[in-house]
């Protein structure tokens, strides 16, 4: 990884206040042409191995980044992880890999659809230590392939500062979303970042395309990552030291015990750029 993005104070500010950053232009064209190429080539198939299939019109794979090595340049894309550093620190790894297509609906489907609802990532974190007690743990870089840029068209819907909240996300009565809902407009090659505790949900699709999306998750190494607990040999032959570290694998060959978790690779991109190792701003 050889690139610096600079994460600005209103960035920092934004993040911190409403959970959420908007990233404009993350991936190229060469590179959006490719991922589509192979998550057509993924969905396309019979396989059922990482599946995540919840209906007819919401399809994807988990841990994709093993299932095609076009996926693998997301880890440590140019633009997003510097970003992802300067909020978290670089005690990081890898959460989870998500291919997302989703689906057009079917003529006379209600607008209050959501594919999925509502919700908060991270396992059953909320659930052990209840919404009250939900730190900042993780986030994700949800990378858009398709043309979002009007409503409807399948975007991952945010509640802005619901990262904040202590208890479950009001939903007025008769409304199917809280009173904030954002709906983002994207381009393909647009990102969005959020972090675990931000409360989302899949808007409807009503265009005649499907929505096509690559979530790169990561969140602290003393975590269980989502999608995997120990990564195939074979995937992790592929990789580059930074990208290893970033998949759970040790790269550090001292035997002895080491109290800071041994050698980080990352360290030496934060020394390199002036970026503090541990999270800042909270």
């Known amino acids: ?23 404009r232009n993350a991936l190229n064209e060469d590179m959006i042409g490719r991922l589509i ?12 191995f990482n599946r995540y299939q919840t209906s007819d019109f919401y399809d994807g794979f988990r841990n994709c980044i ?29 959460s989870t890999s998500h ?3 989703r689906h057009p609906d079917p003529p006379g489907t209600p607008n209050t659809i959501r594919r999925p609802g509502w919700h908060r990532d991270g396992g059953g974190i909320s659930r052990d230590l209840g919404e009250d007690r939900f730190p900042r743990m993780g986030l994700k870089c949800a990378f858009y392939l398709t043309d979002l840029s009007e409503p409807n068209s399948g975007v991952t819907m945010l509640a802005p500062g ?34 675990y505790r931000t409360w989302h949900a899949g808007a409807p699709n009503f265009t005649q395309i499907t929505r096509k999306a690559v979530m790169i998750g990561y969140c602290y190494r003393w975590l ?44 030496e991109w934060c020394e390199q750029h002036g970026v503090e190792q541990t999270r800042q701003g909270m």
């Not at 190429?37 to 059922?48: F, N, Q």
């Not at 095609?68 to 997003?80: G, H, K, Q, R, Y």
């Open 224 to 267: 269980k990552p989502m999608d995997f607990v120990k990564q195939e040999l074979s995937f992790l032959d592929k990789l580059s030291r930074i990208e290893k570290y970033l998949a759970g694998e040790e790269v550090d060959d001292t035997q002895e015990f080491q109290p800071g978790g041994g050698y980080n690779p990352l360290n």
């Open 162 to 195: 619901s990262n904040q909240l202590t208890e479950r996300i009001e939903i007025p009565e008769g409304e199917t979303d809280p009173a904030n809902a954002l709906e983002p407009l994207l381009n393909p090659g647009d990102c969005v970042i959020f972090e």
């Open 37 to 48: 190429e192979a998550g057509d080539r993924l969905i396309g198939t019979e396989e059922r």
């Open 66 to 94: 093993t299932m095609d090595d076009a996926f693998i340049p997301l880890l440590t894309n140019e633009i997003t992880l510097p970003i992802v550093i300067q909020l978290l620190g670089s005690n990081l790894q890898l």
């Open 1 to 23: 990884m050889q690139g610096y993005t600079e994460l600005t104070e209103t960035q920092r500010v934004q993040f911190r206040n409403e959970g959420y950053l908007i990233v």
């Open 99 to 101: 291919l997302i297509h």
